[in-house]
């Protein structure tokens, strides 16, 4: 205790420029840091930063050329709003890689929340995300700034802008720190990639609907709701500037201002919570509550019934990871989306049947790389794989479980689709050919999961190979994909004949030989890779666990 | 004291096939059985050799180790433990050499030596996605036990390490020692000749700790094998009647404990002077302790 009290008095009690200091060098050490684990990522790091600068630049300029159109205004708020919201949800992605947006390693410092905060917020402004952000801002204020006076509040409203985004970031960072650094957290952010691309083709259809000239004045009214929500107030401030309205601008720098210090002030009891509270994550629940929870998240939605066989116990297995690993899920909800869209696209755009060939390959692939979501606990599998027999048990259980989703969905998207487009003469030779194309890539991916491994990386989200096996997964996407269609041939190349000469009353054939076809493919691929797994067990697991 | 195991890098033949899985008529010869040279050691090692890049991680290994024995294979960080209880259980492949367990060769006849060797690596995960108790269901199906026979097994298991309330708990949300728990219960479900475990106390709580070594010192009163790495000299101490101690990837001693241990007062003075190393005094941290800043 005696030697507390001195220690608090040296402890600083405002925002000395030194800490600010200390925090700024701190934000471009960790910069610098992560840029130096590897060439490639600095490369991919580069390569990033100038697209988003060349993007910022581009946006920018079109937002000046639309200087004094009519839809300016609009499309300033809305971009000031769209920056906000994505400076909101930046965390959730980002969390894991910035170090500094964990307030929580900074717990032993004596460091108050006051200039902590003042500090972090500095510090924040610093990097790529800021300067993108400036310069789309930059575009909004000047594309609705009319006169001198214009010109200056568009200065302080694009400064305000900015502030106000990185605030809202760093506020909901902290207000969201135990969630975020928990494995739910974690998986959340794992899971969110597939939400947004989701998302992205929600807002493309969205965009489609407004093209017409209607879309475009429903979108001018939603624009005068929105330059009400901060940080769009700051810019809409502008055009309220130039247009002579001072005390409206007044108001809505007024009402932006207040917005940032009520997030300051939500910051900083989120920080003063996170520096007084214990983490009480690895306080061990109480036996009852995690034998409750347990139950209810275990036993009760998966009984534990398992057949005796090998096969039975991979399946089941491969099936619980789809269900709970995110990455697992995420691959697999992707290729059921994708596969379903792509032949909704055709369905919409009167295409091609032939595009439900889409849902059968995104589902194939899935058999590709199996071990390198394994990670380093392929060495369980490897236990247990004494010779070749096991092997094959293993690849087939596998195969099983991809195959127990591909073909019940395949049959019912290209049903689907077929009977939309009105070509039910088609059905049965388009699922004989996605049949055959399944088995066609489940023998392939077999193949390669033994022969060319990698390992996903379990730090980063949005890797899909650890740094230095990229080569590998393009080897396996396209060269599975060539591999895959040529070994198709067989049951392509008559369906194309009969189409030729005219005989498509025979079309219907192709379901069945299709059908068996692909599955006599995989199941002959699955026995003669099972003694090149057995060989190579330990190649993998050095390969795999990255 | 007991003798140096010198071992000469004699075997230059970098050029010789390297050994494989159920490759047929490897290198074991010894299917078994009692040898003319006395009882089948539960692990024999010979010319056991491994290189990443120009370093050395395992510089010719010749080593038996007796059955029935609790044994500490014991050395500083980066002595090749981790190597070599990796290649003596088939996860990595050695460059040279040869590892029988109870006389059956490792990578010709995986398929006798996979049902007699539990394992509990450091340093690799488990499928952390499942609970634990799906975890040994899966494990000791994939092991070919019947389903009943597993099922009892993971009852009694998670019953004695005190896993039942943690039982249906996704082993990704388990506390380190909980993981090492989990690992045990999965690599005895099979009941195996010879456990193979690496730095299974290795940031443990006291209490699981307890708890492991009860289990293992049932498993070896009953006859098993243990052989367990660790740099901690008072658990291998207290712990083991068997030694193996490694410095950069050589045994520079093995035996029983006491002649290990020979004349120094613990086996933590034994395993500094073994692998050279005195104990450092801080000479220059003088402003240490005494008054702050």
Same mark, same amino acid.
């Given at each position: 205790?005696?030697? %507390?009290?001195?220690?608090?008095?040296?402890?600083?009690?405002?925002?000395?420029?030194?800490?600010?200091?200390?925090?700024?060098?701190?934000?471009?050490?960790?910069?610098?840091?992560?840029?130096? @684990?590897?060439?490639?990522?600095?490369?991919?790091?580069?390569?990033?930063?100038?697209?988003?600068?060349?993007?910022?630049?581009?946006?920018?300029?079109?937002?000046?050329?639309?200087?004094?159109?009519?839809?300016?205004?609009?499309?300033?708020?809305?971009?000031?709003?769209?920056?906000?919201?994505?400076?909101?949800?930046?965390?959730?992605?980002?969390?894991?890689?910035?170090?500094?947006?964990?307030?929580?390693?900074?717990?032993?410092?004596?460091?108050?929340?006051?200039?902590?905060?003042?500090?972090?917020?500095?510090?924040?402004?610093?990097?790529?995300?800021?300067?993108?952000?400036?310069?789309?801002?930059?575009?909004?204020?000047?594309?609705?700034?009319?006169?001198?006076?214009?010109?200056?509040?568009?200065?302080?409203?694009?400064?305000?802008?900015?502030?106000?985004?990185?605030?809202?970031?760093?506020?909901?960072?902290?207000?969201?720190?135990?969630?975020?650094?928990?494995?739910?957290?974690?998986?959340?952010?794992?899971?969110?990639?597939?939400?947004?691309?989701?998302?992205?083709?929600?807002?493309?259809?969205?965009?489609?609907?407004?093209?017409?000239?209607?879309?475009?004045?429903?979108?001018?009214?939603?624009?005068?709701?929105?330059?009400?929500?901060?940080?769009?107030?700051?810019?809409?401030?502008?055009?309220?500037?130039?247009?002579?309205?001072?005390?409206?601008?007044?108001?809505?720098?007024?009402?932006?201002?207040?917005?940032?210090?009520?997030?300051?002030?939500?910051?900083?009891?989120?920080?003063?919570?996170?520096?007084?509270?214990?983490?009480?994550?690895?306080?061990?629940?109480?036996?009852?509550?995690?034998?409750?929870?347990?139950?209810?998240?275990?036993?009760?939605?998966?009984?534990?019934?398992?057949?005796?066989?090998?096969?039975?116990?991979?399946?089941?297995?491969?099936?619980?990871?789809?269900?709970?690993?995110? @990455? %697992?899920?995420?691959?697999?909800?992707?290729?059921?989306?994708?596969?379903?869209?792509?032949?909704?696209?055709?369905?919409?755009?009167?295409?091609?049947?032939?595009?439900?060939?889409?849902?059968?390959?995104?589902?194939? /692939?899935?058999?590709?790389?199996?071990?390198?979501?394994?990670?380093?606990?392929?060495?369980?599998?490897?236990?247990?794989?004494?010779?070749?027999?096991?092997?094959?048990?293993?690849?087939?259980?596998?195969?099983?479980?991809?195959?127990?989703?591909?073909?019940?969905?395949?049959?019912?998207?290209?049903?689907?689709?077929?009977?939309?487009?009105?070509?039910?003469?088609?059905?049965?030779?388009?699922?004989?050919?996605?049949?055959?194309?399944?088995?066609?890539?489940?023998?392939?991916?077999?193949?390669?999961?033994?022969?060319?491994?990698?390992?996903?990386?379990?730090?980063?989200?949005?890797?899909?190979?650890?740094?230095?096996?990229?080569?590998?997964?393009?080897?396996?996407?396209?060269?599975?994909?060539?591999?895959?269609?040529?070994?198709?041939?067989?049951?392509?190349?008559?369906?194309?004949?009969?189409?030729?000469?005219?005989?498509?009353?025979?079309?219907?054939?192709?379901?069945?030989?299709?059908?068996?076809?692909?599955?006599?493919? %995989?199941?002959?691929?699955?026995?003669?890779?099972?003694?090149?797994?057995?060989?190579?067990?330990?190649?993998?697991?050095?390969?795999?666990?990255? | 004291?007991?003798?140096?195991?010198?071992?000469?890098?004699?075997?230059?033949?970098?050029?010789?096939?390297?050994?494989?899985?159920?490759?047929?008529?490897?290198?074991?010869?010894?299917?078994?059985?009692?040898?003319?040279?006395?009882?089948?050691?539960?692990?024999?090692?010979?010319?056991?050799?491994?290189?990443?890049?120009?370093?050395?991680?395992?510089?010719?290994?010749?080593?038996?180790?007796?059955?029935?024995?609790?044994?500490?294979?014991?050395?500083?960080?980066?002595?090749?433990?981790?190597?070599?209880?990796?290649?003596?259980?088939?996860?990595?492949?050695?460059?040279?050499?040869?590892?029988?367990?109870?006389?059956?060769?490792?990578?010709?006849?995986?398929?006798?030596?996979?049902?007699?060797?539990?394992?509990?690596?450091?340093?690799?995960?488990?499928?952390?996605?499942?609970?634990?108790?799906?975890?040994?269901?899966?494990?000791?199906?994939?092991?070919?036990?019947?389903?009943?026979?597993?099922?009892?097994?993971?009852?009694?298991?998670?019953?004695?390490?005190?896993?039942?309330?943690?039982?249906?708990?996704?082993?990704?949300?388990?506390?380190?020692?909980?993981?090492?728990?989990?690992?045990?219960?999965?690599?005895?479900?099979?009941?195996?000749?010879?456990?193979?475990?690496?730095?299974?106390?290795?940031?443990?709580?006291?209490?699981?700790?307890?708890?492991?070594?009860?289990?293992?010192?049932?498993?070896?009163? %009953?006859?098993?094998?243990?052989?367990?790495?660790?740099?901690?000299?008072?658990?291998?101490?207290?712990?083991?009647?068997?030694?193996?101690?490694?410095?950069?990837?050589? /045994?520079?001693?093995?035996?029983?404990?006491?002649?290990?241990?020979?004349?120094?007062?613990?086996?933590?003075?034994?395993?500094?002077?073994?692998?050279?190393?005195?104990?450092?005094?801080?000479?220059?941290?003088?402003?240490?302790?005494?008054?702050?800043?």
């Amino acid at each position: 205790m005696t030697v %507390a009290a001195p220690r608090a008095e040296t402890a600083p009690t405002a925002a000395s420029p030194s800490i600010i200091g200390v925090f700024v060098r701190l934000k471009l050490s960790l910069m610098r840091g992560g840029l130096r @684990r590897s060439r490639g990522r600095t490369v991919g790091w580069c390569v990033g930063v100038a697209l988003a600068m060349l993007y910022a630049l581009a946006n920018g300029a079109g937002m000046i050329a639309l200087r004094h159109n009519h839809y300016a205004p609009a499309v300033s708020v809305t971009v000031a709003v769209v920056l906000g919201i994505g400076w909101a949800v930046m965390p959730l992605f980002f969390f894991g890689g910035d170090d500094t947006l964990d307030p929580t390693r900074l717990a032993m410092l004596p460091l108050r929340p006051r200039p902590l905060l003042t500090a972090l917020l500095i510090s924040s402004l610093i990097g790529v995300g800021p300067l993108f952000t400036l310069l789309l801002g930059a575009g909004a204020v000047t594309s609705v700034a009319n006169g001198p006076a214009a010109v200056v509040v568009a200065i302080f409203a694009n400064a305000l802008l900015l502030v106000f985004c990185v605030a809202l970031s760093r506020a909901v960072a902290a207000a969201n720190t135990r969630l975020l650094t928990s494995r739910k957290g974690r998986d959340l952010a794992l899971l969110s990639g597939v939400f947004v691309a989701i998302g992205a083709q929600l807002v493309n259809l969205g965009l489609s609907s407004l093209s017409g000239t209607d879309g475009l004045r429903r979108a001018t009214s939603a624009a005068s709701v929105v330059r009400w929500i901060p940080p769009a107030t700051a810019v809409d401030a502008v055009r309220s500037t130039g247009r002579g309205a001072y005390g409206l601008a007044a108001v809505q720098l007024a009402v932006t201002a207040t917005a940032l210090v009520l997030l300051l002030h939500w910051w900083h009891r989120s920080l003063h919570r996170l520096m007084v509270s214990p983490d009480a994550s690895t306080i061990a629940a109480s036996p009852e509550e995690s034998t409750a929870r347990g139950t209810a998240e275990g036993r009760s939605r998966l009984p534990l019934r398992l057949p005796s066989g090998r096969t039975g116990t991979v399946m089941q297995r491969q099936f619980r990871y789809m269900w709970r690993d995110p @990455r %697992a899920k995420a691959a697999l909800a992707t290729g059921l989306a994708v596969g379903l869209l792509l032949p909704l696209v055709a369905v919409v755009q009167h295409g091609s049947v032939y595009q439900c060939l889409w849902a059968a390959g995104l589902l194939g /692939i899935q058999m590709y790389n199996q071990f390198g979501l394994d990670g380093s606990a392929f060495w369980t599998v490897m236990t247990a794989i004494a010779d070749r027999r096991d092997a094959e048990l293993e690849l087939r259980g596998r195969a099983m479980a991809i195959a127990l989703i591909a073909v019940p969905y395949v049959t019912v998207v290209t049903t689907g689709a077929a009977l939309l487009l009105g070509r039910a003469d088609a059905l049965a030779e388009t699922l004989g050919l996605s049949f055959a194309f399944v088995g066609a890539l489940v023998a392939t991916g077999g193949f390669a999961s033994v022969r060319f491994p990698y390992a996903v990386p379990h730090d980063n989200p949005f890797a899909n190979a650890a740094p230095g096996q990229s080569g590998l997964v393009m080897l396996n996407v396209f060269g599975g994909t060539v591999a895959g269609t040529a070994l198709c041939l067989p049951v392509l190349g008559p369906v194309i004949a009969l189409h030729l000469t005219g005989h498509h009353a025979f079309l219907w054939l192709a379901l069945p030989v299709g059908a068996l076809y692909g599955a006599a493919l %995989a199941a002959l691929s699955l026995r003669l890779t099972a003694p090149r797994l057995l060989d190579r067990l330990p190649e993998i697991l050095a390969t795999v666990r990255g | 004291m007991a003798q140096e195991s010198e071992s000469t890098p004699a075997r230059a033949d970098r050029g010789a096939p390297l050994p494989y899985y159920g490759a047929a008529g490897g290198t074991g010869q010894a299917q078994g059985g009692a040898t003319a040279a006395g009882p089948v050691p539960a692990v024999r090692i010979r010319g056991l050799w491994k290189r990443f890049g120009e370093q050395a991680a395992v510089a010719g290994i010749e080593l038996d180790l007796p059955a029935g024995r609790f044994i500490g294979l014991v050395g500083p960080n980066g002595a090749g433990k981790t190597t070599t209880l990796s290649m003596v259980t088939g996860l990595l492949r050695p460059d040279d050499g040869l590892v029988q367990v109870n006389g059956h060769d490792v990578w010709s006849d995986p398929v006798a030596v996979k049902s007699r060797i539990g394992v509990l690596p450091e340093g690799l995960r488990l499928f952390e996605r499942l609970s634990g108790r799906e975890l040994l269901a899966y494990t000791g199906r994939l092991r070919g036990l019947p389903g009943d026979e597993v099922d009892k097994r993971t009852a009694q298991l998670l019953d004695v390490l005190d896993l039942t309330a943690a039982q249906h708990k996704l082993v990704v949300d388990y506390s380190t020692g909980m993981r090492k728990k989990i690992g045990l219960a999965a690599a005895l479900l099979h009941n195996p000749e010879v456990l193979f475990l690496d730095e299974p106390f290795e940031g443990v709580d006291p209490v699981s700790a307890q708890v492991i070594r009860g289990v293992l010192e049932r498993y070896t009163a %009953a006859g098993g094998t243990v052989v367990f790495s660790s740099h901690v000299m008072e658990l291998v101490e207290s712990l083991c009647d068997w030694v193996a101690v490694m410095a950069a990837g050589r /045994i520079v001693a093995h035996g029983p404990l006491a002649e290990v241990r020979g004349a120094a007062p613990t086996l933590q003075d034994a395993f500094l002077s073994l692998v050279g190393a005195d104990r450092r005094t801080g000479q220059d941290l003088d402003w240490l302790g005494g008054g702050s800043r």
